[in-house]
């Protein structure tokens, strides 16, 4: 994992971030990796909570949560350590590049992302329609597209990451029972919120820390709101209303 740089914002972006600490009240990482292991583990053993929390692009405009509630829940004891590995590894530079706010946004409109993708995939194949999902990846992969934005944006070599990439969603393309439309979704999401992110907190000539940060936060409202919307426009379009 040596392609994962923690200093990858330029200096000017990067002095308006704050280096999160692992397991001490300030890392968003930490929190996510908690809670998603306790939620995982109690539905592993009490399965209701794993059918509330679970996606299916047929409960998509009823139960709108499970867009971003699926990354809680796994499909093994394996599936969810791999996964939370994978969360330490990447998410802790990331977080450390962005800041707190930030990755939970990008983490968050990630897996939303991720789940549309399985819903759009469904206009292909309708079986997909009422197929179950459970896992991280999309937002995970959402996150080692912020690391090429990240290394792009500060003109590092991105040769290996891009192959890590290419490795991964291949990996979900040719092995079965692994959604390579919540990997593409969340990857294509996390790469357009990440640019966004970086880009908005640069330094404006004329602009206040204060007012860009406002920016930020506005942007970042409207991408939610973007996606719940699409979450409803291809839901409906599917089902010919």
């Given at each position: 994992m040596?392609t994962i740089c923690?200093e990858?914002?330029?200096?000017s972006t990067?002095?308006?971030?704050?280096?999160?600490?692992?397991?001490?009240?300030?890392?968003v990482?930490?929190?996510?990796?908690?809670?998603?292991?306790?939620?995982?583990?109690i539905?592993?053993?009490f399965?209701?909570?794993q059918?509330?929390?679970?996606y299916?692009p047929?409960l998509s405009a009823?139960?709108p949560w499970r867009?971003?509630?699926?990354?809680?829940?796994?499909?093994?004891i394996?599936?969810l350590?791999?996964n939370?590995?994978t969360?330490y590894i990447?998410?802790?530079?990331?977080?450390?590049?962005?800041?707190a706010?930030?990755?939970?946004?990008?983490y968050?409109s990630?897996?939303?992302?991720?789940?549309?993708?399985?819903?759009?995939?469904?206009?292909?194949d309708?079986?997909?329609f009422v197929?179950?999902?459970?896992?991280?990846?999309?937002a995970?992969?959402?996150?080692?597209?912020?690391i090429?934005?990240?290394?792009?944006?500060?003109?590092?070599?991105?040769?290996?990451?891009?192959v890590?990439?290419?490795?991964?969603?291949?990996?979900g393309?040719?092995v079965?029972?692994?959604?390579?439309q919540a990997?593409?979704g969340?990857?294509?999401t996390?790469?357009l919120?990440?640019?966004?992110l970086?880009?908005l907190?640069?330094?404006v000539p004329g602009?206040?820390y204060?007012?860009q940060?406002?920016n930020?936060v506005?942007?970042s409202?409207?991408v939610?709101?973007?996606?719940i919307?699409?979450?409803?426009?291809?839901y409906?379009a599917?089902?010919?209303f």
């Amino acid at each position: 994992m040596g392609t994962i740089c923690p200093e990858c914002a330029n200096e000017s972006t990067r002095a308006r971030l704050r280096k999160p600490q692992f397991f001490q009240g300030k890392s968003v990482t930490a929190w996510i990796l908690v809670v998603t292991v306790i939620v995982s583990a109690i539905a592993m053993v009490f399965r209701p909570l794993q059918g509330a929390l679970l996606y299916a692009p047929v409960l998509s405009a009823s139960q709108p949560w499970r867009l971003l509630s699926v990354v809680l829940v796994h499909g093994g004891i394996l599936h969810l350590a791999l996964n939370m590995l994978t969360l330490y590894i990447v998410g802790t530079p990331v977080e450390r590049a962005l800041g707190a706010w930030r990755y939970l946004v990008l983490y968050a409109s990630s897996a939303i992302g991720g789940s549309l993708f399985v819903l759009l995939w469904s206009f292909v194949d309708s079986g997909s329609f009422v197929t179950a999902n459970v896992g991280a990846s999309g937002a995970l992969f959402g996150l080692f597209a912020a690391i090429f934005v990240l290394q792009k944006s500060s003109g590092a070599d991105t040769r290996a990451i891009s192959v890590l990439l290419i490795i991964n969603l291949a990996y979900g393309f040719i092995v079965s029972g692994v959604s390579w439309q919540a990997h593409l979704g969340g990857m294509i999401t996390g790469a357009l919120v990440s640019w966004m992110l970086i880009r908005l907190a640069r330094p404006v000539p004329g602009k206040t820390y204060r007012a860009q940060t406002r920016n930020s936060v506005l942007a970042s409202v409207g991408v939610f709101v973007a996606l719940i919307a699409l979450n409803y426009l291809l839901y409906f379009a599917l089902i010919g209303f």
